[in-house]
């Protein structure tokens, strides 16, 4: 099992940014597991459905919402267990609660994992 905080939330005006981490913790082979997991962000502003973000795999590669593509940048350090949202120039329809969200790839039987979620504010 695995356990998932997130951090760098925050208020910030139009054009702002901020960077959000999420970092694994639990059992003693953690870090093997997390290096294999589909790690991603979502977001959930209010009355609307949670939406993907970004994911990145455990070999790196990347997916983005056309949203926010060519503007965040997922990334992730697997020595350390946590996955990085960078996000420049943020927009006021950019609000929305983060989530991190763990997968299990393809062909390995695994539970996901979902973070506690950190408030992105946009506003002027």
């Known amino acids: 099992q695995m356990q998932f905080v997130e951090f760098g939330g925050g208020s910030v005006q139009p054009g702002g940014s901020l960077r959000l981490s999420c970092t694994a913790s639990g059992s003693p082979d953690s870090g093997g597991i997390f290096a294999i997991y589909i790690m991603g962000w979502y977001r959930q502003a209010p009355g609307k459905q949670r939406e993907l973000v970004a994911h990145i795999t455990g070999s790196g590669v990347t997916h983005y919402a056309a949203s926010v593509k060519g503007r965040f940048d997922i990334s992730r350090d697997n020595a350390k267990n946590t996955v990085y949202l960078q996000m420049p120039d943020l927009k006021p329809e950019d609000t929305a609660v983060y989530y991190c969200?763990?997968?299990?790839?393809?062909?390995?039987?695994?539970?996901?994992?979902w973070g506690q979620g950190t408030q992105v504010n946009v506003s002027s």
């Open positions: 969200n763990a997968d299990p790839p393809p062909g390995f039987v695994g539970p996901r994992y």
